[in-house]
């Protein structure tokens, strides 16, 4: 029996929240050790192409009684007629407001455009400054967007005021003690405000798989969002690691257990599909794909290769993932037909912030640049590699693995 359409809606509402979440939860490793001017930029960036916003705006306390520092970000298709000077002006009443207010909607006119309004205070009170995000939509922010941006604007918060901790630690080295304990209670912070929202979603899909009324295809689907909201609970620790690894130069810590990379393979590719339907992906395997491995990452890992290819592939053309083994390795390759990627731009694949050129509809969600990075980081943690190929219209990833530490 089909889903009803409202059923099916919301399903994919669910979806897309689970996906942008995830994009959200990588942000803290893209500006670790950062200055504010980064950590803003970061964000700004990212909620506007994720959320597909019309403007965002950040405003910034100063100590001391300085001037508060702004940055504006309007979209591509705005830019020619609302001036970041315009919307400052216009956006002074609402941030001058009571803090306790800002999480109201608000209604306002740029150029003479109607725009719908979110402003969520960056810090508890307030204290740090002010965030908002402006729609042309009459009914942003949905729910599902009011907690990605909740979620992202209080990782800010926590990092900008990390931020300003080193600035300060800069220049007052005695204090350097008192700020590694400061970090990591606010990483503590971090993990745990993350779960929350993360929590909500798992739960709400709990109670739409319970749901007498829906299809049974709907509950396959609610089935695999419970599967990926547990992935990305595994996530949250990922991003801590790799925070921790940019302050004290430590390799990434894995948990190796025995499994069958096979089998992890076949979970992958059921997930990937539901969130790309009408795609085709063959998985082929051949050989012992046992060892020592982490489950958990190597899983990131091939999402992160397979969503690759199906994000950049031409939709006609089915994504190969293909397995092969021999006494001391494993090997994996992701492969897809697509656009060439030039030589010279294969290796800054795998740096943080740097997307592919998109093939779909919508180049507006990429998400943030960091999948090869952190699947790179995660293979060389294993003691394997990563590398890429494009050549003639292929493009092909791959992973070699050991089958143990050794």
């Known amino acids: 029996m089909a889903a009803h359409p409202e059923e099916a809606d919301e399903v994919r509402r669910l979806q897309r929240c689970i996906a942008d979440l995830v994009s959200v939860l990588a942000l803290p490793a893209m500006w670790a050790g950062g200055e504010p001017s980064r950590v803003v930029h970061t964000l700004l960036e990212a909620l506007i192409g994720m959320l597909h916003l019309d403007l965002a705006y950040v405003r910034l306390r100063a100590p ?34 009571d803090p306790m207010q800002w999480s109201a909607r608000a209604q306002m006119r740029f150029a003479g455009e109607p725009f719908s309004l979110l402003a ?13 995000a402006g729609c042309q939509r009459a009914d942003f922010p949905a729910d599902t967007e009011r907690l990605v941006l909740s979620v992202a604007v209080n990782q800010a918060a926590i990092s900008l005021q990390e931020a300003r901790l080193l600035s300060e630690q800069r220049r007052a080295r005695d ?7 400061f970090r990591e209670q606010l990483m503590g912070i971090l993990g745990h405000d993350l779960r929350n929202p993360l929590s909500a979603v798992y739960g709400l899909a709990e109670r739409l798989q319970l749901d007498a009324s829906l299809s049974l295809k709907a509950k396959e689907r609610v089935a695999l969002i419970k599967q990926a909201s547990a992935r990305m609970s595994e996530m949250i620790d990922t991003i801590l690691d790799f925070t921790r690894i940019r302050f004290d130069d430590e390799g990434l810590p894995i948990r190796r257990s025995a499994m069958d990379l096979g089998s992890l393979c076949r979970d992958v590719v059921a997930e990937a599909l539901a969130g790309h339907p009408g795609r085709q992906v063959s998985l082929e395997t051949a050989g012992d794909l046992r060892g020592q491995w982490d489950r958990a990452r190597l899983a990131q890992v091939v999402s992160n290769l397979l969503g690759n290819a199906l994000t950049h592939g031409e939709e006609m053309q089915p994504v190969r993932l293909v397995t092969t083994a021999d006494a001391a390795a494993v090997t994996l390759g992701v492969v897809n037909r697509g656009p060439t990627i030039p ?3 294969i290796e800054a694949l795998f740096e943080p912030f ?20 952190i699947a790179k980081q995660i293979v060389a943690s294993h003691g394997g590699t990563l590398s890429a190929r494009s050549l003639d219209g292929t493009t092909t990833f791959t992973v070699v693995l050991p089958r143990s530490s050794g």
């Open 64 to 97: 001391d009684g300085a001037a508060p520092q702004e940055t504006v970000r309007v979209a591509p298709s705005l830019a020619s007629i609302l001036g970041p000077d315009e919307m400052r002006a216009g956006l002074e009443g609402l941030v001058s407001s």
């Open 354 to 373: 740097v997307r592919g050129a998109a093939s779909g509809q919508d180049e507006r969600r990429h998400g943030l640049g960091l999948g090869l990075y």
């Open 343 to 345: 030589a010279d731009r």
């Open 175 to 181: 204090e350097l003690g008192r700020g590694v304990v």
């Open 120 to 132: 969520l205070p960056l810090g508890l009170n307030g204290e740090t400054g002010v965030f908002v």
